[in-house]
Structure formats: C-alpha cells, structure tokens
C-alpha cells in the first residue's frame, strides 16, 4: 500500500486550498448581502400586502453573485382567488 | 493593565482547551499574573487539561449568580503560584451564562490579573459569543484542514463584529494558532501548508504547533503542555507564542521539520 501510494503522486492540499478559497470567496460576500436580501424580502412583502393578501411563506427572494453582475430572482406566488381578496 | 484573550476556533476539538492551558502557563511562567477562565458550560474540561478537576469547588456560573465569591472559585494551581482557573459549570444550565454577569466576572478579574485568558466553548452560540465579548485580543486555533480553516474564517467574522471592541469601531486583535501541524506531510502535498491558511484566512500567525505525542501525554497527565517537559517541540512552540503574546520578537520556526533520512524513510512507511 505505501509503495503504491509512493509512485502514485496525488497532492491533495492544493485541492483544499482551492477550494477553501472559492466558497470563503462566496461565503464571505453572502454574510453581508444575507441581511441585504432579507431586508429587501420584508420590504417586498410589505408592499405586495398593501393591495393583495399574500402569504410570507410564498415569497422567495435569491441573490445570485456572479462576477460582472448579480441578480435578484423574487419569486411570489399570489392566491388563487385574487381578484376577491383585492376587492374585499 | 489587564490583557483579556479568547482562545476560539468554531470547530470542536482542534486544541482550544489545550491551546488556553498552555498559553496561559507559559504566560505565568513568565511571571505574569494569570487567570484561565473555562466558558464550556456543561461540557467543562479545562479543570481536567490543568489537573484541578478534583479541586474544584464553586464555578463561573456560581460567581455570576453571586452563590460565590469570584476569589472562593479561583483554584490556585499546585505547580505554579501565579496562574489561576475559573472552571465553568458541568451541571448548571448554560441559560444562566448572562452577559452582565460575565461582564461583571471579568471586570472582576481585570483588576486582579495581568493576564485572563477565556477558553471559548465550539460553536458560534451564546457560549462563544460571551468567550469572545469582552477580549482585546483573540487566539484563533485552526487545524491546517478544511473545515477548521472554513469555521475560523467564520469565527473572524464574528469576532469582527460581535465583540465590544467591533461595537465600539475598534479593532480587535486577532491571531492565528496553527495547531496539529505535520511539516512532512505538508512537504508532501498532503496537508494545507501555513502559507496557505495565512493567505485564506489573513489574519498575523502567532504560532505552529507540530502535531506531537507529547501534548497527549500532558494532558493524560492533567499538565499543561508548557510544563510536563520543557524542550519537547509543542511546548517550545506555545512557549514562543506566549513570548508574542507579549510583544516580544520570537523569529518564527517550523517545528520537527528537520528530519534525516532514516526518519523520512520511517515516516513515509508509517504513513
């Protein structure tokens, strides 16, 4: 067994070190936009609930980072029967 | 002027409480007058790693609920007349850890001691949180391995923002404790070398402490590492990590990475 692994050369550190780096990178940056996003989420549904009723579990709000721009995807799902809850 | 460090990690079991009784020996070696404060509520195990575990009698939670006094909880160690231990509770709820009354503890022990040095519990909970609230200075103990580096990186983040000091827009020191460290199989490719957990984590390195018997042999024998044997490699290393500690210029060393031939044939049989 130590001789195979003697001929068969598979550093593993620059692996780690790798990829350490790319989920610090994104890890770091998702620290200060998770408030960011859930901010903008409660906002969102502050504003939604102004004029139709909406379940806050139905709310989804995701920052993607990428390197030139990011995006926002909100995604909201209303009910049914909106026309009703609106009138009423 | 009394100096508060938190020795911290986020990950369990990289060395925290073997890093804070060594530290804290040498520092009372130095003739510095020292305080080990044990933060693990129900999970205490500093009193063990120094040899007191026998002697403990009243504990951080007793003081802070004013069952006792800070000075009947303090136990005096056997080996050295300077360095102290403020054990946590085994049995009490972690719940009654307030931060008023820890800040009130360790406003206590500021007036009494050169130096109080808090073992932070694992985790990024209340417990580490109130380890790390009143520090000037941290220990931040990370194997070269991939989820202790991600978890110190988030504990930076914390200390950066959840102590005092962050509150105050002051910056607290931090440190690297690069703990368990193999040169030889960093050599090889198979382990993070310290340039690599420097570079990702960035934060000054205050020591490397070799991955060695002897610091399981000390704590076997409820000693700290820095006082069972004097010229093994981890103690020279805590020993020289104290030494910057107190701002003194120790040049900085790989310990155990001269090996002869017959070790590095050895080694790599062993392996």
Known sequence: MSLFSFFQKRNTAPAARERLQILLAHERTNGEHSDLVNLLREEIIQVIARHVKVDGEKVAVKMDKGDQFSTLEVDIELPADLERKKAA | ?271
Request: one cysteine or more; hydrophobic letters at 40%; aromatic letters at 4%.
């Open chain 2, 1 to 271: 002027m009394a100096k508060t460090i938190v020795v911290t990690s986020g990950k369990g079991g990289v060395g925290k409480t073997t890093s804070t009784a060594a530290l804290g020996a040498a520092l009372a070696q130095r003739g510095e007058k020292v305080a080990v404060v044990d933060f693990d509520v129900g999970l205490r195990n500093l009193d063990l790693v120094m040899g007191a575990e026998r002697r403990v009698v009243f504990d951080l939670i007793n003081v802070v609920q004013g069952d006792a006094k800070l000075p009947q909880a303090l136990i005096r160690d056997k080996r050295c007349d300077n360095l102290f231990l403020l054990p946590a509770s085994q049995t009490r709820d972690k719940d009654n850890l307030t931060a008023e009354g820890v800040e009130k503890v360790m406003d206590e022990l500021r007036k009494d001691f050169d130096w109080i040095v808090c073992d932070s519990p694992a985790g990024i909970e209340r417990g580490a949180t109130l380890a790390m609230r009143h520090a000037d200075v941290a220990v931040v103990v990370t194997n070269p391995e991939v989820s202790s580096v991600r978890d110190s990186d988030r504990i930076i983040g914390l200390l950066d923002s959840k102590t005092a000091k962050a509150e105050n827009g002051e910056r607290i020191e931090k440190h690297l404790l690069l703990t368990r460290y193999d040169p030889n199989r960093a050599n090889r490719g198979d382990m993070l070398k310290v340039e690599d957990v420097l570079e990702i984590l960035s934060i000054p390195l205050l020591g490397i402490i070799p991955e060695s018997l002897e610091v399981l042999r000390a704590s076997n024998l409820g000693t700290p590492v820095t006082m069972s044997d004097n010229n093994s490699a981890p103690s020279i290393a805590y020993s020289n990590a104290a030494k910057r500690l107190c701002g003194e210029d120790v040049p900085m060393s790989i310990p155990g990475e001269k090996r002869g031939l017959f070790g590095k044939f050895f080694n790599r049989r062993a392996a």
